[in-house]
């Protein structure tokens, strides 16, 4: 495939040139020399797995660089390992090409995922390589590890637990919109820092296996705060309320919304924030604090659980400051 164009290599020379390396020292991956791989957790653990594609002019914009590219593509699939508590070991790679690919664009694609293998530990362990007339589409699935039968769930809150969230919402839809020129008032070092916050996710690591033994229900924030924690609401069957004066913003987001108080409602359902929302109980939050602190990343509480005999669509209540309910039109990120 590509040779038409002569701007690639044939599939297998690029999958020996670019992809074979990021295989090193995974046996299980048999360098891609094989039809299969293998994945062995370690004793007394499950495989945690998860796939997530991204599509060029959806999830980003299709001249964003590469290597940012493949570095988003990856973490959001780490994000949802941590968000489960799992440690991330090995992941897979379908690449669908746009027929205009260049070398330099693989190249630089295949450095931004060795970085990312350096930095989380996990290698590329196979995949699958096609051209198409469409959009450049990557989907990523992640193989991870949790203590047998521990893996963190959706469907464990409690009334009277807390919601907490790590780290600080909205920066990313609030990055896509300065991109977008929807932020004009916005200094230059805020906006960048914001479009940074939404190229690359910073998966919480550190933090999801530190949740095992505290959290009643975990999430990865993707869609959005409130969608994100409906999602929760769902499937453990309860209600929430948080304070929106609670919700952790950077002092860029901050900016932005001084700037534009338009701005708040999407910063709460925006999504792409990659942060860990979760719940647990009131009496653990001495606890998370500690672990808020070993793993270097700030944990706020933002809410409270409560009983429910309510409709799903109504089960998140966003408290404005003065006590009384916010009406949001659109409570997060859906594609249909
Ligand atoms: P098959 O013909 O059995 O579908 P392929 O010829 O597509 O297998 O792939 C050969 C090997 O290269 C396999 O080990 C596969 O996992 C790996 N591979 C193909 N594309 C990629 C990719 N984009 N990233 C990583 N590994 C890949
Ligand atoms: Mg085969």
């Known amino acids: ?32 020399l094989d039809d299969a791989a293998i994945i062995s957790p370690s004793a007394g653990h499950d495989l945690v797995a998860k796939t997530d594609a991204i599509v060029g002019g959806v999830h980003f914009h299709a001249d964003d660089p590469a290597d940012l590219v493949a570095r988003k ?25 746009p027929e205009t690919t260049t070398t330099a664009w693989l190249s630089a694609f295949a450095s931004g995922l060795a970085a990312d293998q350096r930095k989380y530990g996990v290698h590329l362990i196979g995949g699958d390589t096609n051209a198409t007339p469409g959009p450049l589409t990557i989907a990523v699935m992640a193989f ?20 907490f969230v790590t780290g600080t919402i909205g920066d990313a ?3 896509l919109k300065a991109l977008d020129g929807e932020c004009p ?15 690359l996710p910073q998966p919480r690591v ?5 949740l095992l033994d505290v959290a009643t229900a975990t999430i990865d924030v993707s869609d959005g705060l409130i969608a994100d924690l409906e999602h929760i609401c769902e499937v453990s069957d ?34 792409d ?16 604090d500690q672990i808020s602190q070993s793993s270097g990343t700030p944990i706020t509480t933002i809410g409270r659980v409560e009983k429910t005999s309510r409709a799903i669509e109504t089960r998140v209540t966003v408290l404005s400051p003065d006590g009384t309910p916010l009406k949001l039109s659109n409570k997060g990120w859906t594609h249909f």
């Open 173 to 175: 839809v609030l990055g």
């Open 185 to 199: 008032a916005l200094k230059a070092e805020a906006a960048a820092s914001l479009i940074e916050r939404y190229r």
């Open 1 to 32: 495939m590509f040779d038409q164009n002569g701007q690639l290599p044939g599939e297998f020379e690029l999958i020996a040139k670019y992809f074979a390396p990021l295989s090193e020292g995974y046996p299980g991956a048999f360098g891609l």
């Open 206 to 210: 550190e933090t999801g296996p530190l």
């Open 273 to 288: 924030d990659y942060e860990i929302l979760f719940t647990a109980p009131a009496n653990a939050a001495n606890r998370i």
């Open 73 to 97: 593509a990856l973490r959001v699939n780490l994000s949802d390992l941590a968000g489960k508590g799992g440690i991330a070991r090995a992941y897979m790679l379908d690449l669908i090409l």
């Open 144 to 163: 991870g590890e949790v203590p047998k039968g521990r893996m963190l769930r959706r469907n464990g809150a409690r009334a009277g637990d807390l919601i």
């Open 238 to 271: 309860v209600s929430a309320a948080i304070e929106s004066k609670k919700v952790p913003l950077s002092p860029a987001a901050r900016q932005a919304l001084t700037d534009d108080p338009t701005l708040a409602a999407s910063a709460l359902t925006g999504g």
